[in-house]
């Protein structure tokens, strides 16, 4: 909120000052969510190359004949 209301100013040092200390509170908080989303399982049992980490799981290639009512 204190940007917001320094924007209206025309005291650019100030506006510059508070931006800066918005895009240090941004980066930081960025960089808390990357390091938790990073520490965390992605928990839907794939692996960073989206092939499946269950060892059972079994994929079979089946042909098939697409039938139109038409």
């Not at 320094?6 to 930081?28: G, N, P, R």
């Not at 059972?56 to 098939?64: P, T």
């Amino acid at each position: 909120m204190e940007l917001r209301g320094v924007l209206e100013s025309s005291d650019v040092s100030e506006i510059k000052s508070k931006t800066d200390a918005l895009q240090q509170a941004w980066t930081e908080a960025a960089q808390a969510l990357y390091a938790q989303a990073s520490a965390q399982p992605s928990g839907n049992g794939s692996t960073t190359d989206g092939s499946a980490s269950s060892d059972d799981e079994v994929v079979e290639d089946a042909e098939y004949e697409v039938v139109d009512d038409k």
